[in-house]
C-alpha cells in the first residue's frame, strides 16, 4: 500500500456529511480499473470506499471526461436528479464534462492542477456543499 496520499482537508469533512444526511455519494472518475485501484489502496486508512454508493472507471462510459457521458451515467445509476446533485472537481477537464451534464460544479483544484485560479479553501467546498443540500431541502 502506498501511503503517500492523503485527502485533501475538506474531503472527509464532505464525505461524513454526505453519509449522516443520507445523502447518495458516488466516486466518478474515468481513469482505468488499475489506476482506481491504486487510488482506493493509498487512501483505504483514511477513506472507507463502502461509504460510495457509486464508483466509476473508464469501462463505464464510451467517451471519458471532458464529455458529460460519465455524469450521465452516474446520475441514471444513483436515481437522482441533476438539479438536487453537485460535483466537486479538481481540474478545469472535469469541471467542463460536468458542467457539460448540467449539474452544479464546484472547482477544487489539487497540487496536480494547473490552474490554481479560483481556488476554494476546504472550508468552503464542505460549506458549499452544506449549504447546497440545506438549500435543497426547504
Known sequence: STNSLKPR???LDVINYASKNSIKLGFITTT??????????????????????????EKDCFKKKPYPD?????????????????TIEDTPISYTSSKK?????????????????????SYKIFEEVKNFFEIKQI
Do not use: M
Request: proline fraction near 1%; aromatic fraction near 12%; charged fraction near 20%.
Open 9 to 11: 482537508e475538506g474531503v
Open 32 to 57: 482505468t480499473k488499475e489506476t482506481l485501484e491504486i487510488i482506493k489502496d493509498s487512501l483505504s486508512r483514511y477513506i472507507n470506499f463502502n461509504n460510495f454508493d457509486l464508483i466509476t472507471h
Open 70 to 86: 460519465i455524469y450521465n451515467f452516474a446520475i441514471k445509476n444513483l436515481k437522482v436528479e441533476k438539479n438536487y446533485s453537485i
Open 101 to 121: 451534464a448540467n449539474i452544479k460544479t464546484i472547482l477544487f483544484p489539487g497540487e496536480y492542477s494547473v490552474n490554481k485560479n479560483n481556488i476554494s479553501s
